[in-house]
């Protein structure tokens, strides 16, 4: 049995991707920060044998590495944690603080924690790290302007993946970035074009046919490459 690590699954994609990699028979182990909005996520653990939760702030690197001697070795891990900060602070109005506690979470938290799995990774035949990105990180596709702190964030996020794919890769491991589209999340809004399940879905099938060639690419839940 395979067995993947999903932060941030106590809704939205991340819940979604737990139940798809349960649905496929795999051991899924699954962070949430608070109990109070993982109600769904821990009555799901009720009932499934191959599901196991983990309180876990991914901004506590010490916390990471007590839970990170606990684990079984690992699989997959997919970094799904994120935070998109305020909305509707546009030029001159962007509040540092928060694009400081942003970048922490969807930037820094992604490497230290793949660095702290490592060594949970490095025996598995499948190795496969895949951060969620996101298109609004992408230079190119930066039509619009705005969206200083969570562009920023996750174009810093697709450079981490691009330079862990060329340090790793050699060494069996598949690094993706993956944008899930515009899903029906607290995050992307009532107006988004997709649901979670369809988004991990997707995702699953990126992830499932994933090999090393495509290690340090950007792509979307339909396998298509984006630009950076």
């Known amino acids: 049995m395979k067995t993947v690590f999903i932060t941030g699954a106590n809704r939205g994609i ?6 798809k990699y349960l649905e496929s028979g795999f051991k ?3 962070t949430y920060r608070s109990a109070s909005s993982a109600h769904e996520l821990l009555s799901l653990e009720v009932s499934e044998s ?6 876990l702030d991914v901004t506590d690197y010490g916390a990471v590495a007590k839970l990170v001697q606990t684990l079984p070795d690992i699989d ?6 994120g935070y998109y900060g305020p909305k509707g602070y546009g030029f001159g109005n962007t509040d540092v603080e928060e694009w400081r ?13 793949t660095e702290l799995l490592y060594p949970k990774l490095i025996n598995s035949s499948v190795k496969i790290i895949a951060c969620l990105s996101s298109k609004v990180g992408s230079m190119t596709e930066n039509t619009s302007g705005g969206g200083y702190v969570y562009r920023s964030s996750k174009a810093a996020l697709n450079s981490v993946v691009k ?11 598949t690094v993706l970035a993956l944008h899930p589209g515009w899903v029906q999340t ?7 074009l997709i649901s979670t399940s369809a988004s991990a879905s997707g995702l699953y099938k990126v992830i499932r046919n994933a090999s090393l060639d495509d290690s340090g690419k950007f792509l979307n839940f339909e396998g298509e490459e984006l630009p950076w």
Request: charged share 10%; hydrophobic share 45%; aromatic share 6%.
């Open 14 to 19: 991340g819940l979604a991707l737990t139940k």
């Open 28 to 30: 899924v182990h699954a």
């Open 50 to 55: 191959n599901l196991a939760t983990h309180t």
């Open 76 to 81: 997959i891990f997919i970094n799904n944690a």
């Open 101 to 113: 506690k942003v970048f922490e979470i969807n930037s820094i938290a992604p490497l230290k924690l």
């Open 163 to 173: 330079s862990l794919s060329n340090d790793l890769t050699s060494q069996g491991f």
């Open 186 to 192: 607290e995050m992307g809004g009532p107006h988004a």
